[in-house]
């Protein structure tokens, strides 16, 4: 597992679950978060101040578990949580915040 993705993912994570405990999100926002929440397994919401160990921590070592979160923040706009996911290929590209940096990983 890539760290920079697994980063970006949590960064991700915990910008979502934030704004939406803060009643922020948009519709889809929390319809994205309830399906990663689904997918975590998470029956609550974990405290704001544990959000991002315990993404970090769930995703950890589970490489399908953060591809499909990447593909759910991908496809869908779930306000500013969706612009830290840029496409991630073979190249792993990574947006961050509205900046692009190619990382090459090699084969």
Known sequence: MDPITLATATAAITSLGTEVMKGAASKVGEDVWLRIKGLFGWKSDPAPAELPKAAATTMH????????????????????????????????????????????MGD
């Open 61 to 104: 070592g589970n490489d399908e578990l953060l591809k499909q979160v990447i593909a759910i923040l991908s496809q869908h706009n779930a306000g500013q949580a969706s612009s830290f996911i840029g496409t991630i290929n073979a190249q792993k590209v990574v947006a961050v915040q509205g900046s692009v940096n190619t990382i090459n």
